[in-house]
């Protein structure tokens, strides 16, 4: 079983840029998949990225292509959200997440993460 801390979070005006970390333990990092997704007041838990255990495949929620970048250091058993032009509605506490499908796939979906970390908080005035 993998145990995953998040941080980086914080308060960033909009337009602003905060890199996210996400480190493991227990496991090493490269049997998962790895993911993040974010949850605002009042909403839904949403994706975010994802990247494949090979760091092969990547997927943007459409909204933050171009302006978030996932990416994974295996031999530092972590992965990063490098967030750029903040906009406040990108405010959310932010949550990374493992699946351990055997294939090499990176999925958009919660239900196929079995490990997640307690989230960080991002928010980002006007």
């Known amino acids: 079983q993998v145990q995953l801390v998040e941080s980086g979070g914080g308060l960033v005006q909009a337009g602003g840029s905060l890199r996210l970390s996400c480190a493991a333990s227990?496991?090493?990092?490269?049997?998962?998949?790895m993911g993040w997704f974010r949850q605002a007041p009042g909403k839904e838990r949403e994706f975010v990225a994802a990247?494949?255990?090979?760091?092969?495949?990547?997927y943007y929620k459409d909204s933050v292509q171009g302006r978030f970048t996932i990416s994974r250091d295996n031999a530092k058993n972590t992965v990063y959200l490098q967030m750029n032009s903040l906009k406040p509605e990108d405010t959310a506490v932010y949550y990374c997440?493992?699946?351990?499908?055997?294939?090499?796939?990176?999925?958009?979906?919660?239900?196929?993460?079995?490990?997640w970390g307690q989230g960080t908080q991002v928010t980002v005035s006007s």
């Open positions: 997440a493992a699946d351990p499908r055997l294939t090499d796939v990176a999925g958009t979906k919660s239900e196929t993460y079995d490990y």
């Open positions: 227990g496991r090493t990092l490269s049997r998962y998949a």
């Open positions: 990247i494949s255990r090979s760091g092969g495949r990547i």
